[in-house]
């Protein structure tokens, strides 16, 4: 499994695209948003039910949007909480940016390396085809895998760092499966922000 460079990366992908950008924010930006998510966000602890057993979700999440849509994945309903003014800038400068639309956005606490989220694809319905997600990392870096779902030469990992920005298209989430795995090295606190359009 190939660790990528940290570098500004685009990954021309068997069917599907991956955008890496390592300084999206600058690390005055990025320490000032941790900070507020990890004080302002009133985050959940939901149960997940995997192969007919029930648990604590190995994260914590929260879930905001400027219209009413419910998000469910893994028999988890999200109701969505309004965009906060420092989240819907944050929005507007990822859709200023890049072109692409968003509605709404999926965040995740790891608070240490036991926090994890295993091996899936973000293409749930209400994300229709070819979905765009931005997701943007804060904190402590984790590694960010991912493979093809037939290609078995295709699988790469790439280091998320403290205010980087990947964005995944094309694709990806219909071919491609990613998860951010545990580890078992001391680690601090992680958050992400995953904007995405939700119809």
Same mark, same amino acid.
């Given at each position: 499994?190939?660790? &990528?460079? !940290?570098? *500004? ?5 068997? #069917?599907?695209?991956? %955008?890496?950008?390592?300084? $999206? ?56 909480? &309004?965009? !906060?003014? *420092? ?5 507007? #400068?990822?859709?200023? %940016?890049?072109?692409?639309? $968003? ?56 280091? &998320? ?39």
């Amino acid at each position: 499994m190939d660790l &990528l460079s !940290t570098e *500004k990366t685009i990954l021309k992908l068997p #069917q599907a695209c991956i %955008t890496y950008i390592p300084n $999206f924010l600058n690390i005055n930006e990025a320490h000032e948003l941790f900070g507020y998510l990890r004080k302002d966000v009133d985050w959940q602890h939901d149960d997940i039910t995997l192969f007919g057993k029930t648990y604590k979700q190995p994260r914590l999440t929260a879930f905001y949007s400027d219209t009413k849509r419910t998000y469910t994945y893994s028999n988890i309903t999200m109701e969505p909480r &309004l965009f !906060t003014p *420092k989240l819907l800038k944050l929005k507007r #400068q990822l859709e200023l %940016t890049f072109g692409y639309q $968003f509605n709404s956005v999926l965040l995740n606490l790891y608070r240490d390396g036991s926090d994890s989220n295993g091996w899936h694809a973000d293409n749930e319905k209400e994300l229709g085809k070819k979905p765009v997600i931005a997701s943007i990392s804060l904190g402590a870096e984790r590694l960010f895998h991912f493979k093809h779902r037939t290609l078995k030469h295709e699988r790469h990992k790439l280091k &998320l760092e403290h205010g980087s920005l990947l964005i995944m298209s094309g694709e990806m989430q219909e071919y491609w499966l990613h998860q951010i795995p545990k580890t078992k090295k001391p680690i601090g606190e992680r958050i992400n922000l995953t904007f995405r359009h939700i119809i």
